[in-house]
């Protein structure tokens, strides 16, 4: 927690964890930001799992929720340390079919093309974007390796 120096681009950001489906957690964040910068310019939230149930049991609010903000789905991200490439190393084979298989680009996504997605988001000239689902992955085919 705290702000940090982005790396190679200059100035500040305010890192936190905060689970957004805990009562009083974007608050503690709004106030530890204030705290530290004085106010919050730009946000993006990384969050994942599923609001509300099925089609049938999610509540008006679920949606509403849902539609407010712009969102961004990433697929399969490669990146040093993560499981994918403890994946790659465990089992080259699986993985090479895996790729094959779901990647038309023959490889999984990188950090810093989602990145680049959220930078978008967060810039000028994506404010007459709302509710977007802005899916970044390469055409994956599936959301695993094991076909499920």
Same mark, same amino acid.
């Given at each position: 927690?705290?702000?940090?120096?982005?790396?190679?681009?200059?100035?500040?950001?305010?890192?936190?964890?905060?689970?957004?489906?805990?009562?009083?957690?974007?608050?503690?964040?709004?106030?530890?930001?204030?705290?530290? &910068?004085?106010?919050?310019? !730009?946000?993006? #939230?990384?969050?994942?799992?599923? @609001?509300?149930?099925? +089609? %049938?049991?999610?509540? $008006?609010?679920?949606?509403?929720?849902?539609?407010?903000?712009?969102?961004?789905?990433?697929?399969?991200?490669?990146?040093?340390?993560?499981?994918?490439?403890?994946?790659?190393?465990?089992?080259?084979?699986?993985?090479?079919?895996?790729?094959?298989?779901? &990647?038309?680009?023959?490889? !999984?996504?990188? #950090?810093?093309?989602?990145?680049? @997605?959220?930078?978008? +988001? %967060?810039?000028?000239? $994506?404010?007459?974007?709302?509710?977007?689902?802005?899916?970044?992955?390469?055409?994956?085919?599936?959301?695993?390796?094991?076909?499920?």
């Amino acid at each position: 927690m705290g702000g940090t120096e982005t790396d190679g681009v200059g100035g500040d950001v305010f890192t936190c964890v905060a689970d957004v489906t805990s009562p009083g957690e974007v608050e503690r964040f709004v106030d530890e930001a204030a705290d530290g &910068f004085g106010r919050v310019d !730009l946000l993006v #939230a990384n969050v994942g799992g599923i @609001v509300g149930g099925g +089609l %049938l049991d999610s509540t $008006a609010q679920d949606w509403a929720r849902t539609f407010e903000l712009n969102t961004v789905s990433p697929g399969s991200t490669i990146f040093p340390g993560g499981s994918w490439e403890t994946y790659a190393q465990q089992d080259p084979d699986g993985f090479a079919e895996f790729v094959r298989r779901d &990647f038309p680009a023959g490889r !999984l996504g990188h #950090a810093e093309e989602v990145a680049d @997605v959220v930078a978008f +988001l %967060l810039s000028d000239r $994506a404010t007459w974007i709302n509710g977007a689902d802005i899916t970044v992955d390469g055409a994956q085919g599936r959301p695993s390796a094991f076909g499920y």
